[in-house]
């Protein structure tokens, strides 16, 4: 079965420090990942997605992702916070031939000035 | 190219009642997945149309049905409204049905039930 957990709730930062949000899954098979990010009162918008090419991958606004099965890990960075950076981060997984995606509780980023 | 919209984006009903969510698809996309997202917490998938076909379904009883269209729209009807349906409702489109494929979600519609 199909499981992400991230395992921050909150993560605070500074505005020009680096991000790192966490994200451990559980796969029975080769998993495809994504992070979606979601500002306040909008929708999900996708951030990179992992389907088993490279496995450092990059996305949009400066964030990356590596994939790393021997920990089952898939945690997203950043080297430098800004303040639109803000807002809610998922951590999914797809589950094959079903079109479902499994979605974590969510890890909301504070960007202090 | 002309993103993933939803209808309306506000709703308020009150318990019992009937309500009907819609939902566009992105052009060029065939794929339309239904979540839920209570407060403070991830989306739930709900389900998902693939060429006009229920291709998977989660843990929803049967009162949440879905239709989609000859044109890839979609629409999400839950009958029996229950105060714990009060949530935003996510739709996602994508080229085609499956789990590998990337799905992009429209504003969402948030339904309040009283």
């Known amino acids: 079965a199909q499981s992400v957990t991230q395992l921050d709730s909150h993560v605070s930062v500074s505005e020009g420090t680096p991000v790192l949000l966490r994200c451990n899954y559980s796969?029975?098979?080769?998993?495809?990942l994504f992070w979606y990010v979601q500002h306040p009162n909008k929708g999900l918008q996708l951030l990179l997605k992992?389907?088993?090419?490279?496995?450092l991958v990059k996305g949009i606004n400066g964030f990356e992702a590596e994939f790393k099965k021997s920990e089952t890990s898939f945690h997203l960075t950043k080297p430098s916070a800004h303040m639109s950076d803000a807002a809610e981060y998922f951590c999914?997984?797809?589950?094959?031939?079903?079109?479902?995606?499994?979605f974590g509780q969510g890890t909301t980023l504070q960007v202090k000035p | 190219e002309t993103g993933v919209t939803q209808s309306p984006t506000h709703l308020i009903k009150t318990r019992g009642q009937q309500v009907t969510l819609r939902c566009s698809s992105q052009s060029g996309h065939n794929t339309v997945s239904w979540y839920q997202q209570a407060l403070g917490q991830g989306p739930q998938f709900i389900f998902q149309y693939y060429r006009e076909e229920e291709n998977g379904r989660g843990n929803f009883p049967p009162r949440f049905s879905g239709l989609q269209f000859p044109n890839y729209s979609s629409e999400l009807n839950v009958n029996a409204l229950e105060l714990d349906d009060s949530a935003l409702y996510l739709c996602a489109s994508s080229p085609r049905g499956g789990g590998q494929e990337t799905q992009y979600f429209g504003p969402g519609t948030r339904l309040l039930v009283l």
């Open positions: 999914v997984v797809s589950v094959p031939y079903t079109g479902k995606l499994i």
């Open positions: 992992y389907t088993s090419a490279a496995t």
């Open positions: 796969s029975s098979y080769s998993p495809s």
